[in-house]
């Protein structure tokens, strides 16, 4: 990652996507959302979803994933121009958590983040806070998640 | 029929779900899938990190607070799922060993206006450890069929 004075509201990362398959839904939501609707297809054809639906927290996970691979490919591209990389995290949390519209099986959600806010930390010289919001958009255009959070991000070292 | 309706969340209503032990194998598991970053994998790159040690992922955190409301209550509702989250707080790192409550606060209710046959329900959940740390902190809305009234 870019050190904070480097980081600017507006900057966008595009974090690619993911097909949500129906083992996939399963073994998430078996584990930490087993709501008839994301663990079992006859009873999520019942449902008023019409259908097996994703867990909203996988769907959140996922974007994780990509921002984690998205920042490895960020970190060795760096190293590999010689170029020191900032330490990022961890998070301090998030909000305006919006799911609206479920993941059904065979989605694709593509995942983006935009900074939307940079400031400096009060308890702690050596960092600064970022904030992104983060978006995934399924095949048809329809955002399925969006939602704001925060993170600390090193600054630069002071010579 | 499910045990839980929309009526029956009234605010200033709490309750306390749990406890639930989190092991060192399932943070290192959840972190491996889904976050994959050296402080929730190894101990030694971990202390090395702002979190001083091996902690859960934040979103591991949140699935389990999931996890609880599901068994405490959800399960046996007429959850019609949620429309978002209005907030998180990773509070404090929940390490492994940490054996976890979840406790939950009505803050509001309103039926739908647009659809008769639900609710909305508003809540403040707090993990909790042995010594009633403060591990995370959410509020979210979620989605109740009313009573006698056919969820379809």
Redesign the interface.
């Given at each position: 990652m870019k050190y904070f004075e480097d980081i600017r509201v507006g900057d966008r990362y595009a974090l690619g996507s993911h097909i949500f398959t129906a083992g996939d839904i399963k073994s998430f939501a078996s584990r930490f959302d087993p709501q008839p609707f994301h663990v079992d297809e006859t009873a999520a054809e019942r449902s008023h979803f019409g259908g097996l639906i994703a867990s909203g927290w996988h769907t959140a996970t996922i974007w994780m994933r990509l921002m984690v691979a998205y920042r490895r490919r960020e970190m060795e591209a760096a190293r590999a121009r010689g170029e020191p990389v900032a330490e990022i995290g961890p998070a301090l949390g998030f909000r305006d958590l919006k799911w609206p519209k479920p993941v059904y099986v065979g989605d694709t959600v593509d995942y983006a983040s935009e900074v939307v806010e940079t400031r400096r930390s009060a308890s702690r010289p050596d960092l600064g806070l970022l904030s992104i919001l983060s978006t995934g958009v399924n095949q048809d255009g329809d955002t399925v998640i969006s939602f704001v959070s925060t993170t600390f991000v090193e600054r630069r070292p002071q010579k | 029929m499910p045990k839980h309706y929309w009526e029956d969340f009234k605010p200033g209503d709490v309750a306390v779900y749990g406890p639930r032990l989190v092991t060192r194998e399932e943070i290192v598991a959840f972190a491996a899938?889904?976050?994959?970053?050296p402080?929730h994998l190894d101990e030694a790159a971990a202390s090395a990190?702002?979190?001083g040690g091996l902690?859960a992922?934040?979103?591991h955190v949140?699935?389990?607070v999931?996890?609880m409301m599901?068994d405490g209550f959800?399960?046996d509702s007429s959850?019609?799922?949620?429309?978002?989250?209005?907030?998180?707080?990773?509070v404090a790192?929940l390490r492994p060993g940490t054996r976890i409550r979840l406790r939950a606060t009505v803050m509001e209710s309103r039926p739908s206006k647009s659809r008769p046959e639900m609710g909305l329900t508003k809540l403040r959940y707090e993990m909790l450890d042995d010594a009633d740390t403060l591990i995370?902190t959410m509020v979210a809305t979620a989605m109740f069929g009313r009573r006698g009234m056919a969820?379809?």
């Open positions: - | 899938e889904f976050d994959p970053q402080m990190t702002l979190l902690a992922s934040g979103w949140s699935s389990l999931m996890r599901a959800i399960l959850s019609m799922g949620g429309p978002g989250v209005e907030e998180m707080r990773w790192p995370a969820a379809s």
